[in-house]
């Protein structure tokens, strides 16, 4: 693709949100505007499907909002209101602790930068990227699966790895479409850029695409 419609797209894929269902944690983040519940929920939401990830969520908050409240909280109390969500005994005793670090070192709020995110227990670059972007409205350019894959299949980048994926987009996308980036490549990834068999026939951007590494497609 040429670089420069990469604004295009992310212009096409905006107004296409509204006919698909919103990411769980741009979802929360809409609701709540809350980087503690971003922040939580977004620890909650790697490797798990966002039907999940969403009732989790709400069954967590509803025992505790804050991150004082959710400290005093037992690890198999959390575990508990959290299951079935992927490995949820570890996420458990992350969120327990991230709490506790928040109080201890943050004075119970979230940091705004990656360096004092990362501090915190099961916080990794791309739970850090994503609460900067979706909790502060920052420079968080967040990473997954979906935008690795999509930003190769496009062709606007040439990566092996998420991290290689994120410094080449820091390099090359424009700051402000940033904090929007992940919000439309996960939900056109899970609606429509599927890893499998992606439906390019109802694409809205197919136009643009390179469709590298597509060998099959509906």
Partial sequence: MNDEDIMLVIRTLKGQLRKWDTPVVTKIAEEER?????????????????????????????????????????????AKAIYPVGFYRTKARNVVQACKKLEESFSSAVPDNLEDLMTLPGVGRKTANLVIALGFGGP???????????????????????????????????????????????????????????????????????????????
């Fill in 140 to 218: 968080g350019l967040c990473v997954d699966t979906h935008v690795h894959r999509i930003s190769n299949r496009l062709g606007y980048v040439k990566t092996k790895t998420p991290g290689e994926t994120e410094r080449k987009l820091r390099e090359k996308l424009p700051r402000r479409y940033w904090s929007i980036y992940n919000t439309v490549m996960v939900a056109h990834g899970q609606n429509i850029c599927r890893p499998v068999s992606p439906f390019c026939g109802k694409c809205p951007v197919s136009r643009y695409c390179d469709r590298v590494g597509v060998t099959r497609s509906r």
């Fill in 34 to 78: 809350s980087p503690f519940a971003i922040l939580i929920a977004t620890i909650l939401s790697s490797r798990t499907k966002d039907e999940t990830t969403a009732a989790a969520a709400e069954r967590l908050f509803r025992l505790a909002s804050t991150p004082g409240a959710m400290s005093r909280l037992t690890e198999e109390e959390v």
